[in-house]
Antibody, heavy 125, light 107 residues
């Protein structure tokens, strides 16, 4: 069964750091881009970052650039999000998702087809 | 960043109703748009990719249309399990951006 399980969330003080993990199973992890998406309390979904299959390329939401680092370990089938200089605005449920490229010939698209259930990050003093 | 504006932000409908949600992009995004369903406490679910392509396993009552800047998600006959929040997501460029969501509630 294809599965993503996030962990590492918790309560952290403003200015602190946290490292989220996402364990993948049931599919060829090294063959997919992977993405982090977050949802602040009472708000909508917000795309945060993604990383290429081999880790050689990545993209970030402007507000997290320079503070967050996405990485992966294809041996451990794991995705990570290192979050530094955290602020209250980073309080959210963080989801990892598989980034797939479904094709409707002759065009291929991007889509987030498998999601975890999220890990909660609370930034508060 | 491309802004995605969804409307309405919420709606009340009855089982069997036809429901339409729209998403407007702040610039042309070709057909690079997907729709997601999100229920409280659950993982979001991909419904449609590339504007109009139904994800495997998604009921055919869901459909998508549009191109350029204006897109629509239609539920032809609302079922009890369809009450949820729906989001559009553009995958034309980075950063990816979601619409603000449309909450579909029971009338």
């Amino acid at each position: 069964e294809v599965n993503l399980v996030e962990s590492g969330g918790g309560l952290v003080q403003p200015g602190g750091s946290l490292r989220l993990s996402c364990a993948a199973s049931g599919f060829n992890f090294s063959g997919y881009w992977m993405t982090w998406v977050r949802q602040a309390p009472g708000k909508g979904l917000e795309w945060v970052a993604n990383i290429k299959e081999d880790g050689s390329d990545n993209n970030y939401l402007d507000s997290v650039k320079g503070r967050f680092t996405i990485s992966r370990d294809n041996i451990k089938n794991s995705l990570y999000l290192q979050m530094n200089s955290l602020g209250a605005e980073d309080t959210a449920l963080y989801y990892c998702a598989r980034d797939t490229s479904p094709c409707a010939t002759p065009v291929c698209y991007d889509a987030l087809d498998i999601w975890g259930h999220g890990t909660l990050v609370t930034v508060s003093s | 960043a491309i802004q995605m504006t969804q409307s309405p932000s919420s709606l009340s409908a009855s089982v069997g109703d036809r429901v339409t949600i729209t998403c407007r992009a702040s610039q042309v995004i070709r057909n690079d748009l997907g729709w997601y369903q999100h229920k409280p406490g659950k993982a979001p679910k991909l419904l449609i990719y590339g504007t109009s392509n139904l994800q495997s396993g998604v009921p055919s009552r869901f459909s998508g249309s549009g191109s350029g800047t204006d897109f629509t998600l239609t539920i032809s006959s609302l079922q009890p399990e369809d009450f949820a929040t729906y989001y559009c997501l553009q995958d034309f460029n980075y950063p990816r951006t979601f619409g603000q969501g449309t909450k579909v509630e029971i009338k």
